[in-house]
């Protein structure tokens, strides 16, 4: 069965940064995108950051582009969120994801806090 194994979140201050990892197992990873979901309190789960199956073609929205990076180890099935220069605002709840035979998965997410 596909599973999404996130590790790597904590609390750093305002400024800082941390190295999320996602280990996956139960497909072929190295045939999927993968992407970093997050969501705060009160707020829907939004798109951080996509990988196309090679590494070769990345996407983030506005608002973590030039801080985040997203990066993928094929021989390894493991896909890495680096975020430097953290806000308060980045405040949240993690996800990685994937699609597999038309059909969503989610790992249980890792807790990102920053303090002002």
């Known amino acids: 069965q596909v599973q999404l194994v996130e590790s790597g979140g904590g609390l750093v201050q305002t400024g800082g940064s941390l190295r999320l990892s996602c280990a996956a197992s139960?497909?072929?990873?190295?045939?999927?995108?993968m992407s970093w979901y997050r969501q705060a309190p009160g707020k829907e789960r939004e798109l951080v950051a996509g990988?196309?199956?090679?590494?070769?073609?990345?996407t983030y929205p506005d608002s973590v582009k030039g801080r985040f990076t997203i990066s993928r180890d094929n021989p390894k099935n493991t896909v890495y969120l680096q975020m430097n220069s953290l806000k308060f605002e980045d405040t949240a709840i993690y996800y990685c994801?994937?699609?597999?035979?038309?059909?969503?998965?989610w790992g249980q997410g890792t807790q990102v806090t920053v303090s002002s």
């Open positions: 994801k994937t699609v597999w035979l038309a059909k969503d998965y």
């Open positions: 139960g497909f072929t990873f190295s045939s999927r995108p």
């Open positions: 990988i196309s199956n090679t590494g070769r073609v990345t």
